[in-house]
């Protein structure tokens, strides 16, 4: 490697716990301290297959659950190519929801195991730093906007949310916990010095192979 690496840099949580605003003030603060850093998100609805899952999740269409479990997985191994090229090239990707949300979403309806649904996923780029940003699903209900795509009910999330502690029992990925019941800021500065210290870390360091 000539230059020095990006880190991968993921944020988790249930729906409305502040991701997309949190992915989005770090990319910013990124920039501004003078470091290449670029915004991802999963599902990236802008591919074909990522127009499936879309109108999937908008309920405009019906995808059987094994079937769209493996979609969501093909949406992020389409990206891989451009995610490595990025990386490669010094930039610092954050990325809003990854694996994690795979599995964590669809284990938690009935007859999904966590193995089955990481399956798909094994050998990813693996995250430098996974930030899951903690809320009681109560509080991110109450944030507005909930209810309106498949899988936004109460009940579901709190299912999620479990899955989610399941997962980061797994001490092979970097996990962090970030309290997001504070405010903007006070959250903004905990991921930020979080995700300075692992730029610094892992820029000599290869990519890892997530669960594998
Ligand atoms: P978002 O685009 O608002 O983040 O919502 C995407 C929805 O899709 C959200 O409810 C989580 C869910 N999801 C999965 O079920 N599997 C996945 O692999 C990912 C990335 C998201």
């Known amino acids: 490697m000539t230059c020095r690496r990006g880190a991968l840099i993921v944020l988790e949580g249930v729906d409305r716990a502040g991701k997309t605003t949190q992915c989005l003030k770090l990319v910013q603060a990124l920039q501004q301290s003078g470091r290449e850093a670029e915004m991802m998100r999963f599902p990236d609805r802008t591919t074909v297959i990522g127009e499936l899952i879309s109108s999937y999740l908008m309920k405009k269409s019906n995808l059987e659950d094994h079937t769209v479990h493996l979609l969501f997985s093909a949406n992020r191994w389409e990206m891989v190519p451009l995610m490595k090229q990025k990386l490669e090239q010094g930039i610092n990707l954050v990325v ?83 309290d997001a019941a504070r405010s903007i800021e006070e959250v903004h500065n905990d991921i930020k010095l979080l995700s300075e210290n692992i730029i610094h870390f892992s820029e000599n360091q290869p990519i890892g192979m997530l669960w594998s």
């Open 96 to 178: 809003d929801r990854y694996a994690f949300s795979g599995v964590a979403f669809t284990s938690a309806k009935p007859g999904f195991s966590l193995e089955w649904c990481r399956n798909p996923d094994v050998g990813l780029p693996k995250p430098d730093l996974v930030m899951f940003l903690q809320v009681n699903p109560g509080v991110a209900e109450k944030r507005g906007e909930f209810g309106t795509e498949r899988y936004e009910t109460s009940f579901f999330q709190s299912t999620v949310h479990q899955r989610f502690e399941e997962l980061m029992e797994d001490k092979s990925v970097n996990w962090r916990v970030i």
